[in-house]
Protein backbone atom coordinates (compact mmCIF):
# COMPACT_ATOMS: atom_id res chain seq x y z
CA UNK A 1 0.00 0.00 0.00
CA UNK A 2 1.03 3.74 -0.17
CA UNK A 3 3.09 4.48 2.31
CA UNK A 4 3.59 8.33 3.93
CA UNK A 5 4.74 10.73 0.81
CA UNK A 6 5.88 14.19 1.18
CA UNK A 7 6.35 16.96 -1.15
CA UNK A 8 8.30 18.69 -2.32
CA UNK A 9 11.09 16.55 -2.28
CA UNK A 10 13.95 19.03 -2.47
CA UNK A 11 12.52 22.98 -1.67
CA UNK A 12 15.35 25.85 -2.40
CA UNK A 13 14.56 29.04 -1.42
CA UNK A 14 16.05 32.48 -0.61
CA UNK A 15 16.73 33.84 3.22
CA UNK A 16 14.05 35.57 4.60
CA UNK A 17 11.38 34.36 2.66
CA UNK A 18 8.31 31.29 3.24
CA UNK A 19 7.90 27.91 2.41
CA UNK A 20 5.26 25.53 3.12
CA UNK A 21 5.77 21.71 3.74
CA UNK A 22 3.54 18.61 3.10
CA UNK A 23 2.81 15.47 4.67
CA UNK A 24 0.73 12.79 3.42
CA UNK A 25 0.16 10.02 5.98
CA UNK A 26 -0.62 6.44 5.59
CA UNK A 27 -4.52 6.54 5.53
CA UNK A 28 -5.78 5.82 8.91
CA UNK A 29 -3.46 6.55 11.32
CA UNK A 30 -4.08 9.29 13.56
CA UNK A 31 -0.71 9.87 14.70
CA UNK A 32 1.49 12.29 12.66
CA UNK A 33 4.79 13.81 13.36
CA UNK A 34 7.19 16.17 11.92
CA UNK A 35 11.20 15.64 12.61
CA UNK A 36 14.16 17.52 11.31
CA UNK A 37 17.48 16.44 10.16
CA UNK A 38 20.71 18.42 9.74
CA UNK A 39 23.55 17.08 7.78
CA UNK A 40 25.16 14.00 10.04
CA UNK A 41 22.75 14.38 13.06
CA UNK A 42 19.95 11.91 14.06
CA UNK A 43 16.33 13.19 13.29
CA UNK A 44 15.28 16.05 15.83
CA UNK A 45 11.59 15.76 16.80
CA UNK A 46 9.50 18.85 16.02
CA UNK A 47 5.69 18.51 16.60
CA UNK A 48 3.38 15.54 16.88
CA UNK A 49 -0.28 15.58 16.34
CA UNK A 50 -2.96 13.20 17.42
CA UNK A 51 -6.15 13.72 15.05
CA UNK A 52 -5.92 17.43 13.98
CA UNK A 53 -4.50 18.86 17.44
CA UNK A 54 -1.11 19.63 18.24
CA UNK A 55 -0.51 17.79 21.47
CA UNK A 56 3.24 18.36 21.64
CA UNK A 57 4.86 21.16 19.85
CA UNK A 58 7.84 21.36 22.22
CA UNK A 59 10.55 20.60 19.70
CA UNK A 60 9.27 23.53 17.86
CA UNK A 61 12.56 26.02 17.60
CA UNK A 62 11.06 29.46 17.51
CA UNK A 63 7.52 31.08 16.95
CA UNK A 64 8.46 31.01 13.23
CA UNK A 65 7.82 27.54 12.85
CA UNK A 66 4.14 26.57 12.88
CA UNK A 67 2.28 23.22 11.66
CA UNK A 68 -1.45 22.06 10.61
CA UNK A 69 -3.46 19.29 10.59
CA UNK A 70 -7.10 20.77 9.91
CA UNK A 71 -8.72 17.66 8.40
CA UNK A 72 -7.02 14.91 10.86
CA UNK A 73 -4.75 13.90 7.82
CA UNK A 74 -2.40 15.81 5.75
CA UNK A 75 -0.36 17.78 6.87
CA UNK A 76 1.79 21.48 6.48
CA UNK A 77 4.58 22.57 8.03
CA UNK A 78 5.05 26.32 7.56
CA UNK A 79 8.49 28.02 7.84
CA UNK A 80 8.15 31.73 8.22
CA UNK A 81 11.18 34.07 7.65
CA UNK A 82 13.69 31.09 6.78
CA UNK A 83 17.17 31.25 7.78
CA UNK A 84 20.48 29.85 6.23
CA UNK A 85 20.22 27.38 9.87
CA UNK A 86 16.81 25.91 8.42
CA UNK A 87 18.30 24.11 5.71
CA UNK A 88 17.91 20.26 6.72
CA UNK A 89 15.79 17.32 5.76
CA UNK A 90 12.41 17.67 6.99
CA UNK A 91 10.87 14.08 7.74
CA UNK A 92 7.30 13.20 8.35
CA UNK A 93 6.41 9.88 9.98
CA UNK A 94 2.84 8.64 10.81
CA UNK A 95 1.66 5.62 12.84
CA UNK A 96 -1.95 3.84 13.99
CA UNK A 97 -1.50 5.23 17.34
CA UNK A 98 0.11 7.42 18.98
CA UNK A 99 2.62 5.66 22.35
CA UNK A 100 1.26 2.45 21.22
CA UNK A 101 3.25 -0.43 21.58
CA UNK A 102 4.77 -1.18 19.27
CA UNK A 103 5.59 2.83 18.34
CA UNK A 104 6.30 1.75 14.57
CA UNK A 105 6.15 4.48 13.16
CA UNK A 106 6.10 4.46 9.34
CA UNK A 107 8.63 7.59 7.97
CA UNK A 108 7.74 9.54 4.44
CA UNK A 109 11.06 10.47 2.14
CA UNK A 110 11.75 13.99 3.47
CA UNK A 111 11.72 17.04 2.32
CA UNK A 112 15.19 18.65 1.98
CA UNK A 113 14.91 22.58 2.50
CA UNK A 114 18.50 24.60 1.66
CA UNK A 115 17.83 28.42 2.31
CA UNK A 116 20.36 30.31 0.52
CA UNK B 1 13.45 9.13 28.24
CA UNK B 2 16.80 7.35 29.22
CA UNK B 3 19.81 7.90 26.98
CA UNK B 4 21.62 5.60 25.06
CA UNK B 5 24.90 5.22 23.95
CA UNK B 6 25.89 3.65 20.41
CA UNK B 7 29.24 3.44 18.87
CA UNK B 8 29.54 5.82 15.63
CA UNK B 9 30.53 2.89 13.34
CA UNK B 10 31.15 -0.27 12.87
CA UNK B 11 32.33 -2.87 9.85
CA UNK B 12 30.65 -5.88 8.39
CA UNK B 13 31.60 -8.73 6.22
CA UNK B 14 29.02 -9.34 4.14
CA UNK B 15 26.79 -12.49 5.25
CA UNK B 16 28.33 -12.56 8.48
CA UNK B 17 26.11 -11.98 11.56
CA UNK B 18 26.08 -8.26 12.49
CA UNK B 19 25.93 -7.35 16.10
CA UNK B 20 24.93 -3.75 17.19
CA UNK B 21 25.44 -2.83 20.65
CA UNK B 22 23.26 -0.08 22.40
CA UNK B 23 23.66 0.89 26.13
CA UNK B 24 20.92 2.10 27.97
CA UNK B 25 21.90 2.09 31.66
CA UNK B 26 19.11 4.65 32.98
CA UNK B 27 16.74 2.60 31.66
CA UNK B 28 13.45 2.57 34.11
CA UNK B 29 10.91 0.05 34.29
CA UNK B 30 8.41 0.59 31.84
CA UNK B 31 10.40 1.87 28.84
CA UNK B 32 11.11 -0.04 25.72
CA UNK B 33 13.93 -0.81 23.49
CA UNK B 34 13.34 0.34 19.82
CA UNK B 35 15.61 0.37 17.27
CA UNK B 36 15.25 1.80 13.94
CA UNK B 37 17.51 2.24 10.74
CA UNK B 38 18.51 4.61 8.43
CA UNK B 39 19.31 3.50 4.78
CA UNK B 40 21.15 7.11 3.08
CA UNK B 41 18.42 9.34 1.09
CA UNK B 42 15.77 7.55 2.71
CA UNK B 43 13.79 8.37 6.08
CA UNK B 44 14.20 5.75 9.44
CA UNK B 45 12.69 2.51 9.34
CA UNK B 46 10.96 0.39 12.37
CA UNK B 47 13.16 -2.92 13.06
CA UNK B 48 12.34 -3.77 16.08
CA UNK B 49 11.40 -3.71 19.97
CA UNK B 50 11.16 -5.10 23.28
CA UNK B 51 10.85 -4.49 26.71
CA UNK B 52 12.88 -7.04 28.91
CA UNK B 53 12.83 -10.54 26.52
CA UNK B 54 15.00 -11.40 23.83
CA UNK B 55 12.90 -10.56 20.45
CA UNK B 56 13.20 -11.72 17.21
CA UNK B 57 11.57 -10.74 13.46
CA UNK B 58 12.03 -11.11 9.78
CA UNK B 59 14.63 -8.71 9.78
CA UNK B 60 16.89 -8.90 13.42
CA UNK B 61 16.72 -9.77 16.72
CA UNK B 62 17.47 -7.90 19.56
CA UNK B 63 18.74 -9.31 22.86
CA UNK B 64 18.18 -7.50 26.26
CA UNK B 65 20.42 -8.01 29.19
CA UNK B 66 19.35 -9.32 32.54
CA UNK B 67 19.56 -6.02 34.24
CA UNK B 68 18.18 -4.38 30.63
CA UNK B 69 21.00 -1.83 31.05
CA UNK B 70 22.48 -2.68 27.85
CA UNK B 71 20.84 -4.25 24.72
CA UNK B 72 22.25 -5.81 20.95
CA UNK B 73 20.34 -6.11 17.69
CA UNK B 74 21.62 -9.05 15.76
CA UNK B 75 21.38 -9.02 11.67
CA UNK B 76 22.35 -12.48 11.37
CA UNK B 77 23.56 -12.69 7.70
CA UNK B 78 24.25 -9.14 6.67
CA UNK B 79 24.02 -7.99 3.22
CA UNK B 80 24.82 -4.83 1.26
CA UNK B 81 21.57 -3.45 1.94
CA UNK B 82 21.71 -3.42 5.45
CA UNK B 83 24.27 -0.64 4.81
CA UNK B 84 23.27 2.15 7.13
CA UNK B 85 22.75 3.99 10.56
CA UNK B 86 21.23 2.02 13.16
CA UNK B 87 19.44 3.64 16.07
CA UNK B 88 18.84 2.58 19.66
CA UNK B 89 15.86 4.51 20.95
CA UNK B 90 14.58 4.06 24.51
CA UNK B 91 11.04 5.21 25.23
CA UNK B 92 8.00 4.86 27.51
CA UNK B 93 4.87 3.39 26.96
CA UNK B 94 2.34 5.96 28.12
CA UNK B 95 4.57 8.32 25.73
CA UNK B 96 3.31 10.72 22.77
CA UNK B 97 5.21 8.70 20.52
CA UNK B 98 7.98 10.93 20.04
CA UNK B 99 11.28 9.22 18.87
CA UNK B 100 14.55 10.59 20.43
CA UNK B 101 17.28 9.85 18.31
CA UNK B 102 21.04 10.10 19.29
CA UNK B 103 23.80 9.57 16.96
CA UNK B 104 23.58 5.99 16.09
CA UNK B 105 25.69 3.48 14.56
CA UNK B 106 26.96 3.52 10.64
CA UNK B 107 27.16 0.14 9.54
CA UNK B 108 29.12 -0.19 6.84
CA UNK B 109 28.80 -4.18 5.76
CA UNK B 110 31.42 -5.14 3.05
CA UNK B 111 31.64 -7.30 0.60
Known amino acids: GAGVSQTPSNKVTEKGKYVELRCDPI?????LYWYRQSLGQGPEFLIY????????DSGLPNDRFFAVRPEGSVSTLKIQRTERGDSAVYLC??????????????FGPGTRLTVL | DAKTTQPPSMDCAEGRAANLPCNHSTISGNEYVYWYRQIHSQGPQYIIHGLKNNETNEMASLIITEDRKSSTLILPHATLRDTAVYYC????????????FGQGTTLQVKP
Open chain 2, 89 to 100: IVTWSGNTGKLI
Open chain 1, 27 to 31: SGHTA
Open chain 1, 93 to 106: ASSLLAGGIPNEQF
Open chain 1, 49 to 56: FQGTGAAD
